[in-house]
């Protein structure tokens, strides 16, 4: 599944992290200097090793554009380069010079976020050059960060072992213990998942740290709801503490290095090892998918940097793909296309049954509660509602045209199944809204209070909605 492709051997000393953009692969080191490589041929630029720190370099990253480089060090400050053409842009200095261990650019605006041994975390304004807010964690040293997809919300880790969720205004919303013996890295992915409790949106989220553990989460960055934090499960490969880890672009596999030596692919969804690579010497510190091409880097305390080139085309861990979705319309996807389709939803447990019963496209977009458990005697009600849940997704990919607001739950955004109507006059989603009651009395809208809980059926609402989604599929 991954090859080595090509070793970058250029530092003197220790590698402590590797950051790409679209077109380049930054890395920085203990002996002091960031070097920029590009992704055509992995040749070294022609401004590179940048060199302006006077101590170890612990951490670099770009900005969401590309064209600007940050690096930061245990000589207390935070400077920005161009990518272009290495010119230094500015040196941030960190409250207190305290050594500055990891930095982290926000999706947007344009901001950076510099996190230090004492617990400082500052984020700066990238484009007047001054700090925005700042703040500092519970105890211990800021070891990780990572901003949630929209920008508005961040996750810090500290040596200490807490996980904090932090919103753009530098207010602490969060604070969990999460590794006993410290966070040492964390990553957001950016695709949301379906919680099939509630029907919410949440984001993936890893963190790893001395314990040897690897932790998945699901986070929810809400406005209205607030940000919830749910653990979902521990990935255990590692026999040593786990240094970094790293989610691809589109969050299926999660790559992870350890003091072991080893660089661990898991698949996201089912939590499975992938592949193991042991070809580092010594620690691997760092690894970073690459965001447009089929490209893994790692970085080591043996000096190296290995370019790991991902078979995306293979088959992960025994599951089928479904190379015919984007090229098929769905309703003259034959059985076997549907069987790859159920595979890559993760219900591979199914595809014997729906063979038998000669499933379809057609058959599968036709597919409802009362012939999942009559017609498939599928007897469990969530398996029947996780099926029914993939093919709802499924028939919205293919509408073509955008949903009108007012078919879509204020609380999910998503378009409604079974509208009600609550007192406040606005409508939800049943689901949702017997969720959001379950724990407040306010409502979702407003704000104020619910003078009654009572959720009234808006027929008139569903039945435009089956009405509009007829038009869709014609």
Not at 32 to 46: H, Q
Not at 349 to 372: H, Q
Not at 418 to 446: C, F, K, L, Q
């Amino acid at each position: 599944m991954a090859t080595l492709i090509h070793t970058l051997a250029d530092h003197g000393d220790d590698v402590n992290y590797c950051a790409f953009s679209s077109s380049c692969l930054a890395t920085c080191s203990l002996d002091k200097t960031v070097r920029v490589y590009s992704l055509s041929n992995f040749s070294e630029l022609p401004y590179s090793p940048l060199e302006g720190h006077s101590y170890a370099v612990h951490c670099c990253c770009f900005s969401p554009s590309g064209r600007v480089l940050a690096s930061c060090s245990t000589d207390g400050s935070t400077a920005l380069w161009d990518s272009r053409d290495g010119r230094r842009l500015a040196v941030l200095p960190q409250p207190g010079a305290s050594p500055v261990r990891v930095c982290r650019f926000s999706p947007e605006p344009a901001r950076l976020l510099a996190g230090a041994a004492d617990g400082s975390l500052v984020l700066w304004d990238v484009q007047a050059l001054k700090p925005y807010r700042s703040g500092k964690v519970k105890s211990g040293s800021l070891m990780a960060c990572a901003f949630s997809p929209n920008g508005n919300f961040f996750v810090t880790g500290s040596s200490s072992g807490d996980l904090t969720i932090w919103d753009d205004k530098m207010r602490c919303l969060y604070n969990e213990k999460t590794h006993d013996l410290g966070v040492t890295c964390c990553d957001i992915s950016s695709h949301p998942v379906s919680d099939s409790e509630n029907g919410l949106k949440y984001f993936q989220m890893a963190s790893c740290g001395q314990d040897n553990q690897i932790k998945l989460w699901l986070i929810l960055f809400a406005d209205l709801l607030g940000v919830q934090l749910k653990y979902k499960c521990t990935l255990n490969g590692h026999s040593a503490p786990v240094l970094a880890c790293a989610f691809s672009c589109d969050g299926q596999m999660i790559a992870s290095g350890s003091v072991d030596k080893c660089v661990i692919i898991y698949e996201t969804s089912t939590g499975n090892t992938l592949q193991t690579l042991s070809q580092h010497t010594r620690y691997v510190t760092t690894c970073a998918f690459a965001p447009n091409s089929p490209l893994l880097a790692t970085g080591s305390m043996d000096k190296t940097v290995h370019i790991w080139q991902l078979d995306l085309k293979q088959p992960c861990a025994g599951q089928c793909t479904v190379e015919n979705e984007s090229k098929v319309a769905v309703e003259d996807w034959s059985e076997d296309d549907v069987s790859a389709w159920l595979c890559a939803q993760d219900l591979s447990d199914f595809v014997g049954l729906f063979k038998m019963n000669n499933i379809d496209g057609k058959e599968l977009l036709n597919l409802t509660k009362e012939s999942l458990a009559k017609e498939l005697k599928i007897e469990s009600l969530g398996l029947r509602s996780k099926v029914l849940q993939k093919i709802e997704e499924l028939r919205m990919s293919m509408i073509s045209v955008s949903v009108p607001d007012e078919f879509l739950c204020p609380i999910t955004r998503e378009l409604m199944n079974d509208p009600v109507i609550a007192t406040d006059g606005y409508s939800y989603e049943r689901e949702a809204m017997e969720n959001w009651i379950s724990h407040r009395r306010s409502s979702p809208m407003t704000n104020l209070p619910l003078h009654s809980l009572m959720l009234t059926p808006n027929r008139t609402l569903k039945m435009a909605i089956s009405r509009w989604l007829e038009t869709q599929q014609k």
